[in-house]
């Protein structure tokens, strides 16, 4: 059964960092499209980050230079490291699988994790 | 930066009736659009991907159409789990956006 549970967050300064991580179970990470997909308090839904198989990775402008996505493949997790953080970050953080053969699209998202970002 | 917009904003039927939701595209997107379902504190759920196609274990009675820049999904008729949050979404540019949402109420 495919399962990807987030962890890691919480309530930061602005300025601060936090570092996202989800497992993975029931299929490979390093074998799959995978992104990071936002949603601010009673908002809509923001793609922010992906990596591909091959290892590319791309941004959403609004954290391009300060989020970072990358993977372990030994411990088969996604993780995204968060810097700089400003109030406009505070959003429940998704990451998602992308459906085989049709990147982009996301066919196993995790729960969530809320990060709040606010002195 | 493609745009991508619902309509309505809100839908208010009863269960059993039809649901016709629309998402525009600010520029075509062929048929690289997905919808998603979102309920209260859980995360989305992938409908339909590349405009028409039901993804796995998605009832019959939810279907897409369209390509371009004009986009449906129909729901024929209404169960109480669907009404929920509906977000349409492109893969055809990076980045990939997600529409603002229609809501489907009870009437």
């Known amino acids: 059964e495919v399962q990807l549970v987030e962890s890691g967050g919480g309530l930061i300064q602005p300025g601060g960092s936090l570092r996202l991580s989800c497992a993975a179970s029931g299929f490979t990470v390093s074998s799959n499209y995978m992104s990071w997909v936002r949603q601010a308090p009673g908002k809509g839904l923001e793609w922010v980050s992906v990596?591909?198989?091959?290892?590319?990775?791309y941004y959403a402008d609004s954290v391009k230079g300060r989020f970072t996505i990358s993977r372990d493949n030994s411990k088969n997790t996604l993780s995204l490291q968060m810097n700089s953080l400003r109030a406009e970050d505070t959003a429940v953080y998704y990451c998602?699988?992308?459906?085989?053969?049709?990147?982009?699209?996301?066919?196993?998202w995790g729960q969530g994790t809320l990060v709040t970002v606010s002195s | 930066e493609i745009v991508l917009t619902q309509s309505p904003a809100t839908l208010s039927l009863s269960p059993g009736e039809r649901a016709t939701l629309s998402c525009r595209a600010s520029q075509s997107i062929s048929s690289y659009l997905a919808w998603y379902q979102q309920k209260p504190g859980q995360a989305p759920r992938l409908l339909i991907f590349d405009a028409s196609n039901r993804a796995t274990g998605i009832p019959a009675r939810f279907s897409g159409s369209g390509s371009g820049t004009d986009f449906t999904l129909t729901i024929s008729s209404l169960e109480p789990e669907d009404f929920a949050v509906y977000y349409c979404q492109q893969r055809s540019n990076w980045p990939g956006t997600f529409g603002q949402g229609t809501k489907v109420e009870i009437k």
């Open positions: 990596i591909y198989s091959g290892g590319s990775t």
């Open positions: 998602a699988r992308g459906l085989n053969g049709y990147n982009g699209n996301f066919d196993y």
